[in-house]
Structure formats: C-alpha cells, structure tokens
C-alpha cells in the first residue's frame, strides 16, 4: 500500500474511533485508548495518537490541556469526563460536580479554603489519582470558575488540595 493509501485508511480508522466516542463527553487518552481496541481489536499508542491528532485537525474533537492528562472532548456540551481509574473506565459528571461545589462554597466559613483531594474524591465516591483530581478540576473551573480557585500541591509528598474562594 502506498504512502496516500496509509494515510486513507489511517483517516477512515479515526472517523470510525471518533463515532465510537459520544457527544458531550471529554477522554483522557488512556480512555480512548481502550475505546479503540474495541472498535479495531488493536491499537497501539502511536495509532491512538495519530487517529486523535487528525480528529483535532478536523475539528471532530477538540484537544483540552490540563494540568496532567490532556483531555480530547466531542462536542461543545461537556456532560462529563470519562477516564481509566484502576484499570477500570469511569467517569465524573459535570452535575455531580456541580452539586459538590455548591455544598463546598455553602460551607466556606474563611474567603479562601484548601481542601485535600482526598476530601473531593471520596465524596464524589472515588480514590484520589493525579489523573481524577485533574478531571475534577477541570470540570470545576467550567462549572463555577468563579469560587473554584484551582489545585495546588504542597508539601515533600506533593499532596494535592483544591482551592476554593468565597
């Protein structure tokens, strides 16, 4: 096959990846990743990569930087995120996220408040990863970028904490 022939069935492979993935939800790669062995038995990282790039560049997803994992999502409603946790696929809604920040802000007694990601994680009925806690923050800046203030590490084990401001 030559080189435009690749190229073709390269393309038509990620047309076929980016029908796999619904509207409305943003994928960590790893995510994706799997999603792609279901609908092509085999994937590699590489073809992953290279099947995601072309979708950006035709605007069937659109590519989200955050402070760890890079986030792909398909339309302009985000609903949520979906992610590999554990090993296993899971996924953090936006409403969900949206009810815990508004009981967090509710009980803001000082103007700005550190709160361990344990804290956050385990309410959302998960364990913490640096993975999760950069889905959450992402999903908490769209929702109430106003009151959440962002996620900070501190400390010699780098221990992560969401910052919220009244």
Known sequence: MNKKGRH????KRALALAEALEDGW???TGYVQRIAERVWGRASST???TALEILV????VRRVETNHPVLFCKGDDVEGVRLLYD?????VTAAAVRKLLEEIVAGLKSHVFHMPSRSVTE????KPSSTLNAAVAFLMSMVDGKHFAGLETRG???KAYFVFRK
Not at 57 to 60: A, I
Request: proline letters at 0%; aromatic letters at 4%; hydrophobic letters at 25%.
């Open 47 to 49: 073809e992953v990569d």
């Open 26 to 28: 943003c994928y960590t």
């Open 156 to 158: 010699s084990r780098d």
């Open 8 to 11: 073709r069935e390269t393309v």
């Open 57 to 60: 560049e035709r605007g069937v």
């Open 87 to 91: 090993g296993r696929e899971a996924a």
């Open 123 to 126: 309410k959302l009925g998960l």
